[in-house]
């Protein structure tokens, strides 16, 4: 009887790992996050590693899919939500308190929102390369004043999130005076994208002088190109944030699993990852612990962010700023 009852036991046990190996967690997640080049595949490692799951990244626009399927979503965490799209994203009632205690956190400003957990940050910036440019713009006001030659390319606001933070960074920083600072600097923006990778493959190509990108921008070309010719332009008025999000959504059918992998994201495993993978500063990991790239770039003094209402309600006026601007 006890030999059956061990054996009956041991059969249990090795039972156990195989059933954990069923559980799958579903994370929708931009098509970049999941990309060879992204943090996702490493993310992917290091979590099944833990949970003894299995990982499914399902990749494409999060918001317009979660908004079509609404509560049929097969998706238990969404991730790589851009902030600017908080407001909107919430309003789909359909993501879960994360749960998470936000003490860990290290971003530059204070952050205590019950469902959506930053895990990654930058600062909007001006990149150039600092061989070829040598009359650098030291604030927004020097950039708009700068001579008529300077080539620049940005990303549109209404497709691109870069886009949109520019905008609303410029509102931020002119006031009622924007549309009149876009028709001044209309005649050094050569190009206008869809997105950030267009603009940023002009600026790699030598097509023009400054591209809208990121303050984190540099530290891909020093650390994966050993490039040091690549810097980001500090402005005095300061940098508009950008703040990248995760949420877990009340359908899922494996709340432990879910709010296993939310509590994933602010570990050091996670975070470790975020530098050299998604090229941004990580959202829970003290600046003594960034990789020494980061830790060597320059940092704005004062960060520009703005609360998801009143980024909402500055969104229309922002965008229509720019286009009367540009259209001059």
């Not at 060879?36 to 290091?46: C, D, H, L, M, R």
């Not at 919430?90 to 879960?96: K, V």
């Not at 023009?208 to 490039?227: C, K, N, Q």
Request: hydrophobic fraction near 45%.
């Amino acid at each position: 009887m006890h030999h059956r009852l061990i054996a009956g036991l041991a059969l249990s046990l090795a039972a156990l790992p195989a059933i954990a190996q069923d559980k799958t967690l579903t994370v929708y997640a931009p098509d970049y996050f999941a990309s060879e080049w992204g943090p996702g595949p490493a993310i992917k490692q290091a979590f099944e590693a833990r949970c003894g799951c299995t990982l499914d990244y399902q990749t494409g626009d999060l918001l317009p899919r979660l908004l079509l399927e609404g509560e049929r979503t097969e998706a238990d965490v969404a991730i790589g939500f851009d902030s600017t799209e908080m407001k909107k994203a919430r309003e789909t009632g359909l993501f879960a308190p994360h749960g998470v205690d936000t003490a860990a956190l290290t971003l530059p400003i204070d952050w205590d929102d019950a469902v959506f957990l930053p895990f990654d940050w930058s600062y909007l910036a001006f990149v150039y390369d600092n061989e070829a440019l040598k009359d650098v713009p030291g604030s927004f006001a020097e950039l708009v004043a700068a001579p008529d030659d300077l080539r620049i390319a940005i990303q549109d606001p209404r497709s691109s999130v870069s886009g949109l933070s520019l905008v609303l960074w410029a509102e931020e920083v002119f006031g009622d005076e924007a549309e009149a600072k876009w028709a001044e600097l209309a005649p050094k923006i050569t190009t206008v994208t869809p997105g950030w990778s267009e603009a940023y493959g002009l600026f790699t190509e030598g097509e023009v002088d400054m591209v809208l990108s990121y303050t984190t921008s540099p530290a891909y070309h020093a650390i994966a190109e050993a490039d040091d010719t690549v810097s980001a332009a500090i402005f005095d008025e300061g940098h508009y944030m950008t703040i990248e999000l995760a949420a877990q959504l009340k359908g899922t059918d494996d709340a432990e699993l879910a709010q296993q992998f939310m509590d994933f994201v602010v570990s050091a495993d996670f975070q470790s990852l975020i530098p050299t993978s998604n090229w941004s500063y990580p959202a829970a990991l003290p600046e003594a612990e960034w990789p020494e790239g980061f830790r060597e770039l320059d940092m704005p003094e004062k960060a520009i962010w703005l609360p998801e209402d009143e980024a909402d309600a500055l969104r229309a006026p922002a965008i229509e700023a720019w286009r009367q601007g540009m259209s001059r």
